[in-house]
């Protein structure tokens, strides 16, 4: 009998087709059996253990983030300090005054600043209707005058630092949106 394939043509015997059924074949045991799944069950309940003790701490810092945006930010304003004002303490200000005031146009105009040039972040801020010009200038400002510290190694001096670190005081306590206690306090 001969069948047809598209690519061979086989011979089948009626003797090809018939097999003895083969003996069964023993396995050797060994105690890797046993200890290998016993070790997976206990990482998987040690992953489980560390897992829920994680997520109480995730809850406590979800509850950190109910926080208004604003808040966080005028407490991280009021813990910048000016220093001796070397360079590399004055760079370092500025990095964190930038990075504050960052953080609060992510979370309160919905804007990915820190991912952002200054350029985009100012073009992308004069889209929210909400801010005066007055408001966008001084943002646009003490971002300009950060950039100069931190990329041209400009050094502008405790004076000016201080009236940027006001100024950014000004913005955040303007810009806000209000929270529920402040729009139950009005009522």
């Not at 059924?21 to 206990?42: G, R, T």
């Not at 991280?76 to 146009?105: M, V």
């Not at 502008?156 to 209000?178: N, R």
Request: hydrophobic share 45%; no cysteine.
């Amino acid at each position: 009998m001969y069948t047809i394939s598209p690519f061979l043509i086989l011979a089948v015997t009626p003797a090809d087709e018939i097999r003895g059924i083969k003996s069964l074949e023993h396995f050797a045991y060994s105690p890797l059996i046993y200890i290998i799944p016993a070790i997976i069950i206990l990482l998987s309940i040690i992953a489980l253990f560390f897992f829920y003790k994680k997520r109480g701490k995730m809850e406590e810092f979800e509850k950190q983030l109910s926080i208004p945006a604003y808040k966080i930010a005028l407490h991280a304003l009021e813990k910048l300090k000016i220093g001796k004002f070397d360079y590399p303490e004055e760079r370092s200000f500025h990095f964190s005054l930038s990075e504050i005031l960052r953080f609060y146009i992510e979370e309160e105009f919905g804007i990915f600043a820190s991912d952002m040039t200054t350029e985009e972040v100012l073009l992308n801020i004069l889209k929210v209707n909400q801010l005066t010009g007055k408001q966008v200038e001084i943002l646009s400002d003490i971002l300009i005058k950060d950039d100069k510290v931190k990329f041209a190694k400009l050094s502008l001096g405790p004076q000016i630092a201080e009236a940027m670190l006001l100024s950014a005081k000004e913005f955040v306590k303007e810009t806000h949106k209000p929270d529920v206690e402040e729009v139950n306090e009005v009522r």
